[in-house]
């Protein structure tokens, strides 16, 4: 039989974080990581977030089944039997189909798959078998390195975030909105500190929803500072590089339009630093910074003023090497 708490009956967003904490509290007795904390949450405020109506079971109902959900997942009864069925059972003094029951609800609810990328471990994600098989227009499965190297055209069996984050790429680029945020939305579902899809997202919603917008380039630029530190060394070609200097740059073009020129002017001389060869022509917006000019007042600039400005600037500045 469920056992029943004092007000189990009240309310989703006031059993909420009971739940959570009470899950969260014997996840770390059970070894659990602050990744494991952090994907535990992120799973239990997506039920939230799709049940309708109360959460009419006990806390301990649901601390149960949140974490036999997330054992299953990422196979963690295997190693330590205190994530088993059983065991969450005798700990939270309830029966195993109770557990069992509440689990297959978020399954459902949540349309959770084996190895789902969204609320896994990112080292059991990445060796998914499913990401890295591929199949092709004629219903052939094989690898994607295979499918990449013989130039055979294929659909992934299990799309990853970066897959998701360049579709929209493609869509946005072709003016598609739309798509492209349902394809910003999905890579982020599955890795929310993805810097490309933040960056993707945020452009999106640049004309529309400006303050979201600027959330998703701050969200970007934080990840890249903690990524590369105060690196001043040019970067490589390589992937996610590109997506570190678009965040760099679209959080500094954020600032800009804010009036802020002065930290504007910082993140584009440290794009230049890390680009030095500067395809994008950033060095005339660090110059325009400098002076303190506005996004509009530069636009009207001719090509031979913002020649001068970049001349006049950088001499006293010392942003950018000519010679690169």
């Known amino acids: 039989m469920e056992r029943h708490t004092a007000g189990s009956k009240a309310g989703a967003q006031g059993k909420e974080q009971p739940i959570l904490s009470e899950a969260i509290t014997l996840a770390k007795e059970l070894g659990a990581t602050t ?12 039920y939230c977030k799709k049940k309708k109506g109360i959460l009419s079971s006990s806390t301990e109902a649901y601390a149960a089944g949140l974490l036999w959900q997330y ?3 990422n196979f963690l009864w295997e190693e330590n039997r205190g994530w088993s069925q059983k065991r969450l059972a ?5 029966g195993t189909t109770t557990i069992g029951t509440r689990a297959a609800e978020m399954e459902n609810l949540l349309k959770i798959r084996l ?15 499913f990401a890295s098989m591929a199949m092709t227009p004629q219903g052939f499965i094989l690898s ?6 013989r130039n055979i055209p294929f659909m992934p069996l299990q799309k990853t975030a970066r897959d998701h984050y360049v579709d929209g790429d493609y869509h946005l680029e072709r003016g598609m909105r739309e798509k492209a945020m349902q394809c910003y939305r999905k890579a982020l579902e599955i890795d929310d500190e993805h810097v490309g899809a933040n960056v993707g997202m945020g452009v999106a919603l640049a004309e529309t929803v400006p303050a979201r917008a600027r959330s998703h380039f701050e969200t970007a630029f934080r990840l890249t500072k903690e ?17 570190y200097l678009n965040a760099i740059y679209n959080y500094a073009i954020a600032l800009w339009k804010e009036g802020n020129t002065s930290e504007a002017a910082k993140l584009f001389a440290w794009h230049l630093q890390l680009e030095p060869e500067d395809n994008e ?6 110059a325009a910074c400098h002076e303190g000019l506005s996004v509009r007042a530069f636009e ?15 001499a006293v500045h010392g942003f950018w090497n000519p010679n690169m």
Request: hydrophobic share 35%.
């Open 227 to 243: 990524r590369l530190g105060n690196r001043q060394q040019a970067l490589t070609q390589e992937s996610p590089n590109d997506e």
């Open 35 to 46: 990744e494991d904390e952090k994907l535990i949450a992120k799973l239990w405020h997506a």
């Open 144 to 149: 994607r390195e295979m499918a990449m190297e």
């Open 90 to 94: 005798q700990h939270f003094g309830i």
């Open 115 to 129: 190895f789902d990328q969204r609320f896994m471990q990112k080292t059991l994600a990445e060796k998914s078998p």
């Open 71 to 73: 054992a299953r997942l």
């Open 281 to 286: 022509c950033i060095r005339y917006l660090a």
């Open 300 to 314: 009207e600039y001719t090509p031979e003023q913002r020649e001068a400005l970049l001349e006049r600037q950088n």
